[in-house]
T-cell receptor
Framework: AQSVTQLGSHVSVSEGALVLLRCNYS??????LFWYVQYPNQGLQLLLK??????LVKGINGFEAEFKKSETSFHLTKPSAHMSDAAEYFC??????????FGQGTELSVKP | EPEVTQTPSHQVTQMGQEVILRCVPI?????FYWYRQILGQKVEFLVS????????KSEIFDDQFSVERPDGSNFTLKIRSTKLEDSAMYFC??????????FGQGTRLTVV
């Protein structure tokens, strides 16, 4: 069975600071990994995805994530936070194209 | 840019009533999904649909739920005899063979 654990339900950073949102996964098959963002009262928007190509994945809005098989991790980073990055972020795993299994989500707050 | 469309955006229904949530997936996608997000909780997989039949369903998706693709464009989720605990945001998603799921804006279902 697949599962995702997001460490930290709430992360707060200052504007301009590094954003690091942690995600660890468990999968019995080579996983596909995703990060989605959800703004208040909106749907889920794909930030980036890993599908067994390059281990460092670049996404939209300056976010990137690195797949580390040895650590079963797929942490999301952004060098400099912007106020508009405040949202809920979900890490998800799938078995190469099927259903998505989501983590609990991390709410990112950005302080001026 | 193609998008997944869900209607209505908000549905209020009385306990025990039946509701139908509607989705128009992206036209060339082959896989369709329904997910649920109870307020403050993670997004949960309900059901996947491919080639006009259910391909996978979760434990949540019991006899109270059904899905249908009544024509070439719509994908519906029917919830019979609604309960208070069915109150949630319901997301429809669709994907092509490469597995990137595109989500709709969601339908907020409130059971009173």
């Amino acid at each position: 069975a697949q599962s995702v654990t997001q460490l930290g339900s709430h992360v707060s950073v200052s504007e301009g600071a590094l954003v690091l949102l942690r995600c660890n996964y468990s999968s019995s098959v080579p996983p596909y990994l995703f990060w989605y963002v959800q703004y208040p009262n909106q749907g889920l928007q794909l930030l980036l995805k890993y599908t067994s190509a390059a281990t460092l994945v670049k996404g939209i809005n300056g976010f990137e994530a690195e797949f580390k098989k040895s650590e079963t991790s797929f942490h999301l980073t952004k060098p400099s936070a912007h106020m508009s990055d405040a949202a809920e972020y979900f890490c998800a795993v799938s078995d190469q194209g099927g259903k998505l299994i989501f983590g609990q989500g991390t709410e990112l707050s950005v302080k001026p | 840019e193609p998008e997944v469309t869900q209607t209505p955006s908000h549905q209020v229904t009385q306990m025990g009533q039946e509701v139908i949530l509607r989705c128009v997936p992206i036209s060339n996608h082959l896989y369709f999904y329904w997910y649920r997000q109870i307020l403050g909780q993670k997004v949960e997989f309900l059901v996947s649909f491919y080639n006009n039949e259910i391909s996978e369903k979760s434990e949540i998706f019991d006899d109270q739920f059904s899905v249908e693709r009544p024509d070439g464009s719509n994908f519906t989720l029917k919830i019979r005899s609604t309960k208070l605990e069915d109150s949630a945001m319901y997301f429809c998603a669709s994907s092509d063979v490469f597995g990137e799921a595109f989500f709709g804006q969601g339908t907020r279902l409130t059971v009173v």
